[in-house]
């Protein structure tokens, strides 16, 4: 990892860490909404999430509403040894999940089947910061590039990020994936999708 990319990373998350809980909070509330509204995620049916850790903004709520309007959840999961996700679908937010890698909530393989990324139609990506050309800088691990880099998958890729999380640019590596969407609590950035970029929904 270069200087400027551990640097970028550790200014960023030091930001999203010092948001106060009120405006953080209202923040989480607008992207929300914000995320509701999109007509991408209106016509998903199959749509991917992952559940918050830490500062960062935590989809848990969307993740009831999929269920609650009968859509398909899938969720990730850490094979760490392996370097990769697993997508799984979740049908009980209760129920069908146990204590992953690092203390994260993770789908159980003994209830949760596997799910082609080829079925998903939205993907929520985390991440650390990001630009506006959909540059996006995860925690270092990969994780995320590998699945979005899958020949396969023709979901659309939108990130949640407050303001705080938006920067002039990004450092790039040739693994690096960018996302679709941008989603802010004050305003949404469509990134211009690339010629082989096909939507699904």
């Known amino acids: 990892m270069s200087a400027a990319k551990a640097a970028l990373r550790t200014r960023v998350l030091a930001a999203?860490?010092?948001l106060a809980p009120e405006a953080r909070a209202a923040d989480a509330n607008a992207l929300l909404e914000?995320?509701?509204l999109l007509p991408e995620w209106q016509e998903a049916r199959c749509?991917?999430?992952y559940l918050g850790i830490r500062s960062e903004f935590d989809p848990?709520?969307?993740a009831r509403a999929v269920l609650a309007e009968g859509r398909r959840l899938a969720l990730p999961r850490i094979l760490r040894g392996q370097?990769?996700?697993e997508v799984r679908e979740v049908q009980d937010l209760d129920q069908d999940l146990r204590e992953g890698v690092w203390g994260l909530r993770e789908p159980d393989p003994a209830r949760c089947p596997e799910v082609p990324v080829a079925e998903l139609d939205l993907v929520l990506v985390p991440g650390v910061a990001f630009d506006r050309l959909g540059g996006r800088m995860g925690y270092g691990a990969g994780f995320y590039?590998?699945?979005?880099?899958?020949?396969?998958?023709?979901?659309v890729r939108v990130s949640a990020l407050f303001d705080a999380q938006l920067v002039a640019s990004v450092p790039r590596e040739p693994h690096d994936k960018p996302v679709?969407?941008?989603v802010l609590p004050s305003r949404l950035i469509r990134v211009?999708?690339?010629?082989?970029?096909a939507r699904r929904v």
Request: aromatic content about 2%; glycine content about 6%; proline content about 11%.
């Open 47 to 49: 749509v991917m999430l």
């Open 145 to 155: 590039d590998r699945l979005l880099a899958a020949p396969d998958l023709a979901a």
């Open 60 to 62: 848990a709520p969307l």
């Open 83 to 85: 370097g990769v996700l």
């Open 192 to 197: 211009t999708p690339p010629a082989s970029y």
């Open 34 to 36: 914000r995320l509701c």
């Open 16 to 18: 999203r860490d010092g």
């Open 180 to 182: 679709d969407l941008l």
